[in-house]
């Protein structure tokens, strides 16, 4: 964390040699955006309390006594998290909104409103794009706003979602609030993403028609956000959660590392027709990762709303940094950007 210099400018942030991964890329920007803010606070502390910045599924911010916003932003970029030729402009588009959404999910919270932009190249199919964005806030209950359009080389989709913490209700879930001894739950077994994909890679000239496994290729192209257990889990009580983007052991790490705590897990729930390696690195699940306190609580509030029971895979231990199965350290997994 940079600090304020003597001449009251922020010190500049060095930029790591070599190539670097994500995480490294979010710290020196955080660094770079928190300077500027805390020298505007007069203790210099930044986030004000009760707001929630850069580090965790969505942020949350004060815009007014008692009014709480939560923002959240992603990108799907063709030929990193799509392939144009495996999936329709439809399923590109609700997908670019749906994974925006998956992080109001982990904060158990609901979307109200949406901007998209949209980069992309000549001979794109705008209406199926759109068409596609339209069907997921349909389903999420979010209206799409505005946005921006700009010519690319490569297809990019940015969605931006906005939302008001419930007023009076439990605060919005964080990755931080784990502690030893509370339980972990997973909302759906996992790798179904990764294994549609693997599915649709491996079907040659026909890949595009997911006429395989069409529960598997859907996990894939049209990811579902967990809201309804997201919130579900958040009225219970639960202490912590975050969506499974990046796959299991890596978000597994971003949670333990948020609350200061360690992970021993007891089984990893595999969804059929997946491979154990898929559902533990292979990411694109949205499924929801969420601690507890109160595990009791948690399973009986999914069965009085209706949900599929979660599963449960494991405990929160006092060994800071540490994740094992059946006491056998796991090794590091998951998707991490590269620049």
Same mark, same amino acid.
């Given at each position: ?6 001449? *009251? ?34 203790? @210099? *502390?930044?986030?004000?309390?009760? #707001?929630?910045?850069? =580090? ?5 911010? =004060?815009?007014?006594?008692?009014? &709480?916003?939560?923002?959240?932003? #992603? ?47 000549? %001979?794109?199919?705008? #209406? ?9 806030? !349909?389903? +999420?209950?979010?209206?799409? +706003? %505005? ?6 080389? $490569?297809? +990019?989709? /940015? ?9 009076? %209700? ?10 030893? @001894?509370?339980?972990?739950? $997973?909302?759906?077994?996992? @790798? ?15 890949? @595009? ?8 290729? &859907?996990?894939?192209? &049209? ?9 579900? /889990? ?11 983007? #990046? *796959? ?35 990411? !694109?699940?949205? !499924? ?15 069965? /009085? ?32 950007? &590269?620049?």
């Amino acid at each position: 964390m940079q600090s304020p210099n003597s001449g *009251g400018a922020p010190d500049r942030p060095t930029h790591p040699p070599g190539p670097v991964d994500e995480s490294a890329v979010i710290a020196l920007l955080r660094a770079r955006f928190e300077a500027p803010a805390r020298l505007g606070t007069p203790d @210099g *502390g930044v986030p004000p309390a009760g #707001d929630t910045w850069i =580090g965790d599924d969505a942020a949350v911010v =004060g815009l007014a006594p008692g009014v &709480r916003a939560l923002m959240a932003t #992603d990108l799907v970029v063709g030929g990193v998290h799509v392939d144009g030729d495996l999936s329709a402009p439809e399923d590109i588009g609700y997908k670019a909104l749906m994974v925006t959404v998956s992080d109001f999910a982990a904060m158990g919270a609901r979307p109200s409103y949406a901007l998209v932009s949209l980069a992309a190249p000549p %001979g794109t199919d705008f #209406d199926g794009l759109g068409a596609g964005l339209a069907e997921a806030a !349909e389903e +999420v209950g979010c209206v799409v +706003v %505005g946005g921006d359009l700009s010519e690319s080389p $490569v297809l +990019v989709v /940015s969605t931006a979602v906005v939302g008001v913490a419930e007023h009076g %209700g439990p605060d919005p879930l964080l990755r931080s609030g784990a502690r030893p @001894g509370h339980r972990l739950f $997973v909302t759906g077994p996992l @790798g179904r993403s990764a294994a549609g994909l693997r599915i649709l890679r491996s079907a040659g000239p026909e890949g @595009g028609s997911g006429t395989q496994a069409p529960d598997l290729v &859907r996990a894939h192209r &049209r990811p579902v956000a967990r809201l309804a257990e997201g919130d579900t /889990s958040r009225r219970s009580g639960a202490s912590a959660a975050i969506d499974i983007s #990046d *796959g299991l052991l890596a978000d597994l790490s971003h949670l333990a590392v948020a609350s200061g705590v360690g992970v021993d897990l007891d089984t990893v729930p595999v969804a059929e027709g997946a491979s154990r390696g898929e559902a533990m690195s292979g990411g !694109e699940d949205y !499924e929801l990762l969420v601690a507890t306190g109160a595990p009791d609580h948690l399973v009986e509030a999914f069965a /009085s709303a209706g949900l599929a029971p979660p599963l449960p895979i494991g405990v929160c231990t006092a060994d800071l940094g540490h994740l094992t199965l059946g006491g056998v350290e796991l090794p590091a997994g998951g998707w991490l950007h &590269r620049f």
